[in-house]
């Protein structure tokens, strides 16, 4: 009888640790718990890692950072970035939102001319891979929405972001490639 417990407890025991390191080494999907304010029309979702690896093996991906110039001035800028065109421009200094206890953003109104400007002088077309990314994954999805809506169909947004969230690490927080050495060349210049 004592041994027939011993037996037990030890394939108990067995089992137990079979199961805990096959979950330990399964890598948890991204998307799981994904909030609506990440997510596109499109459906096309990237890691900032797994952009990484795209960038790399193909130099013909158009990389879109699209937060504002305070972030990119402040923060840095993904080294294989292509551009910067804030989707969000921050207003007066002295406007504040009072609902999210900060001072007001507003969307880009130059946005779309200036990304389709930068597009046609480097003969890009709507078929080309892009990817956005943003400092956390919103605003990001927001702008492959207004992209798939003037007929790009293949934009991915980074859902982590160059900062990261409570969940992904982003861009700069996986130690890849990034500075805060700006080249002029690839701001954005408003009054474009």
């Known amino acids: 009888m004592k041994s027939n417990r011993v037996v ?4 108990v025991l067995f089992f137990g640790l079979v199961l805990l390191s096959s979950c ?3 890598k948890t999907d991204p998307l799981v718990g994904l909030a609506d304010s990440r997510k596109t029309t499109l459906g096309l979702y990237v890691t900032a890692v797994d952009a990484y690896e795209m960038l790399k093996k193909d130099d013909k991906i158009f990389f879109l950072d699209v937060r504002t110039r305070a972030e990119v001035a402040f923060l840095g800028m993904p080294a294989l970035a292509d551009t910067n065109i804030p989707y969000m421009l ?22 779309l001319p200036y990304f389709k400007d930068y597009m046609r002088s480097n003969g890009l077309g709507k078929e080309t891979k892009i990817i956005t990314i943003c400092r956390s994954g919103n ?9 798939s809506k003037i007929g790009y169909s293949n934009v991915y947004t980074v859902i982590d972001g160059f900062e990261g969230s409570t969940k992904e690490n982003g861009w700069k927080n996986n130690g ?3 500075s805060n050495k700006l080249d ?9």
Do not use: H
Not at 8 to 11: D, E, S, T, V, Y
Not at 90 to 111: H, M, P, R
């Open 8 to 11: 037990i407890g030890a394939l």
């Open 24 to 26: 330990k080494n399964k």
């Open 90 to 111: 921050v207003g007066d200094w002295d406007e504040w939102d009072k609902k999210k206890n900060t001072f007001k953003i507003q969307a880009n109104s130059n946005f």
């Open 139 to 147: 605003r990001s999805a927001k702008a492959v929405n207004l992209l």
């Open 176 to 178: 890849l490639p990034w």
């Open 184 to 192: 002029q060349n690839k701001m954005y210049q408003e009054g474009f």
